[in-house]
């Protein structure tokens, strides 16, 4: 119950097209869904975030989408550029006013062809 | 400013020897990490510092020592390493409470090798 599903494994998509990244959970006691982006050698970086009483969250390129009745969530990048090109992970946690362990997903490679 | 620092960036150590992994953070934040990461593989969480004191502990072996000297310093003491102790380990700091976000902020990590 305390999983994240992250799919897919892997993404190719031509420069200017639309990432999608998809994440399930389990657990409905999780108030706090933040991305991460990831490039080689590098900790991981906060992307954007959202709670599950907010539908949507946008920031530039980024849009998060939040499902709360299917427990599921994802991460849209529009117009995907080469440099986006990372790992980026899905996670969640009960972390909203107090410390909250993060629950990673497996990670998506992003690979944006020029 | 959301800056964690580390050092060293990079490590190579035997099995008999004992090294330091050292992180700072000087956001005023009360809750430190300790994570290890393998290749293509998400964070492993191994320890949770908050407001100084030990509060997870991940079945971590014994040979991995953390302490936390002050709320912005986190150290991980490496004694007797295995050659499959290598990886990237990652220092991490949140706010641990004020009703916002407990959102961790990453350092670089440093890349462990053991020989």
């Known amino acids: 119950q305390q999983q994240v599903k992250q799919s897919p494994q892997s993404l190719i998509v031509q420069k200017g097209g639309i990432s999608i990244i998809n994440c399930a959970y389990e657990n409905t006691a999780f108030d706090y869904f933040p991305w991460y982006q990831q490039f080689p050698g590098k900790g991981p970086a906060l992307l954007i975030a959202i709670r599950p009483d907010v539908s949507e969250k946008k920031e530039g390129r980024f849009t998060i989408s939040f499902n709360k009745s299917a427990k599921q969530f994802s991460l849209h990048i529009m117009d995907s550029q080469p440099g986006d090109s990372a790992t980026y992970f899905c996670?969640?946690?009960?972390?909203?006013?107090?410390?909250?362990?993060?629950?990673f997903g497996k990670g998506t490679k992003l690979s944006v062809k020029p | 400013d959301t800056e964690v620092t580390q050092t060293p960036k990079h490590l190579v150590m035997g099995m008999t020897n004992k090294k330091s992994l050292k992180c700072e953070q000087h956001m005023g934040h009360r809750a430190m990490y300790w994570y290890k990461q393998k290749a293509k593989k998400p964070p492993e969480l191994m320890f949770v510092?908050?407001?100084?004191?030990?509060?997870i502990n991940e079945s971590v072996p014994s040979r991995f020592s953390p302490e936390c000297p002050n709320s912005s310093l986190l150290n991980l003491h490496l004694h007797a390493l295995q050659p499959e102790d290598s990886a990237l380990y990652l220092c991490?700091?949140?706010?641990?409470?004020?009703?916002?976000?407990?959102?961790?902020?990453f350092g670089p990590g440093t890349r462990l090798t053991v020989l």
């Open positions: 996670a969640a946690s009960m972390g909203w006013g107090s410390q909250g362990n993060l629950i």
């Open positions: 991490a700091s949140s706010q641990d409470g004020g009703g916002g976000p407990d959102t961790q902020y």
């Open positions: 510092y908050s407001y100084e004191k030990l509060s």
